[in-house]
């Protein structure tokens, strides 16, 4: 059977969620076919030939796009069976609902998708499923890569005055903590699967064939499982020593494997990608981050001893936001030298709600909480200080204008910073003090993301 592939967006990566599939898929015998809208047109000639089409939905951002595209291929082709799979895939409050989508396929998905593929094929009876989250443990074929957009479109390394091609590959998914405001307990539950180190290692061989000199460990967490971590971080090392990486994980596992920083530097780690959130530790524990202000503080700093960059991710709106908690957070940017290590887009990130939240059920935000929202996949809801909201609205103005004017993050965060402390009735923070830390020398992805 002939199945067409579809992303949206994958964190301005070569997509895995593309790559993965495609393996599971044409190891059983099935023709597919791949496109990234994120780099490419609408293929009309695969879509006419495609037998089932089936979307990748890996983050809200990637939900949200892939449901228009569904619909428009409902439209241009009624009778093609759709399917949408990955994290996000049951957020909808009911994709299935209004015709659109046929099949939602979360968790572990590639056997379920082989599944359906077959089903459709009429290799194996209808198992009556419409939604499947799949938790088990599955084995996975080195992801084939062999008809994605070559790297070259997509983010690059900035690093020594240069811009090095990077692939992207997962070494687990799922993740061992529960984060109430994540997606990803809502679909593991706790749990994570580590991809056995020999495919993660032989995908990133066939990337660094392809050009990459980065690697970006996308994993929701790389330290869940930290010694087949270690045994991958090596071997990667040994077989390609010149090639660098970065990962992403939480402040408590920094601090708690204090002890593999000296390695991972040793062994290429240039920056480390860690939701701070907020530097509130009210509303820190609200979310169950396992983290304080002065644990992301000391997670800074042991770090930087090692040479590592820390990249903080931040959820800076909440129902539970005050305008001096921003203040708050602002001057954390500057106290700890992370104006350049901020994407300016997290200053404005506001907290998303989708349906299965483990917030939901938390007294403290029914105040606040309000419709489902269809269009947006998440609950609407109100700060329990009304400034909170107005300042966010300007925040995400002036920061999406002044990315599309090319200005530098250290000017973006000056604007910020004189917003917020303009709101709290504080005078505007020293230009030249958080200028001279706002160096652009740091290493960094060229594509700032969001989920």
């Known amino acids: 059977m002939r199945v067409l592939l579809v992303s949206t967006y994958e964190l301005g990566h070569q997509p895995v969620h593309l790559a993965s599939p495609a393996a599971a898929l044409r190891r059983c015998g099935h023709q597919v076919d791949t496109v990234d809208l994120s780099v490419q047109p609408w293929d009309p000639d695969a879509l006419a030939r495609a037998e089932a089409v089936a979307f990748s939905v890996p983050m809200h951002t990637a939900m949200r796009l892939a449901l228009a595209a569904a619909a428009a291929v409902r439209r241009d082709r009624p009778e093609v069976p759709i399917c949408l799979y990955g994290l996000y895939a049951t957020a909808s409050s009911d994709p299935t609902g209004d015709g659109v989508v046929d099949r939602v396929l979360a968790g572990e998905y590639e056997p379920a998708l082989v599944s359906w593929v077959d089903e459709l094929a009429g290799e194996v009876g209808p198992t009556g499923e419409v939604a499947v989250v799949a938790r088990g443990r599955s084995t996975f074929a080195v992801p084939d890569r062999a008809e994605l957009a070559p790297l070259g479109r997509y983010a690059h390394l900035a690093v020594d005055g240069e811009e090095r091609l990077v692939g992207c590959v997962e070494a687990s998914h799922g993740c061992a903590s529960r984060c109430r405001h994540c997606p990803v307990p809502t679909v593991y539950d706790g749990h994570f699967r580590a991809v056995a180190a020999e495919i993660v290692l032989a995908d990133i061989a066939q990337l660094v064939g392809a050009g990459a000199r980065h690697i970006t460990f996308a994993d929701p967490d790389f330290l869940n499982g930290v010694q087949h971590s270690l045994r991958i971080v090596r071997g990667l090392h040994q077989r390609f020593p010149e090639v660098t990486f970065d990962c992403t994980t939480k402040v408590e596992l920094i601090l708690r494997h204090r002890g593999i920083w000296a390695e991972l530097a040793a062994s290429g780690c240039l920056f480390v990608v860690s939701a701070l959130e907020c530097v509130d530790d009210d509303i820190l524990a609200r979310l169950d981050k396992g983290h304080t202000a002065a644990d992301a503080a000391e997670a800074v700093e042991l770090l930087r001893v090692h040479g590592i960059e820390l990249r903080p991710s931040f959820l800076p709106f909440t129902p539970w936001t005050t305008v001096e908690g921003l203040v708050a957070l602002v001057d954390f940017v500057a106290a700890h030298d992370l104006v350049a290590n901020v994407d300016p887009v997290h200053y404005t990130i506001r907290l998303l709600l989708p349906e299965g939240s ?52 250290g000017a973006l965060y000056l604007a910020v910073g004189a917003a917020v402390r303009r709101a709290a009735g504080r005078p505007a923070v020293d230009d030249a003090l958080v200028l001279a830390g706002a160096g652009e020398h740091r290493p960094r992805l060229t594509e700032p993301w969001f989920c």
């Open 358 to 409: 483990l917030l939901l059920d938390s007294p403290d935000l029914a105040p606040y909480l309000g419709p489902y929202d269809p269009a947006r996949l998440s609950y609407t809801w109100t700060a329990a200080h009304p400034e909170v909201d107005v300042l966010q609205r300007e925040l995400a103005t002036l920061v999406e204008a002044g990315v599309a004017a090319g200005e530098p993050p």
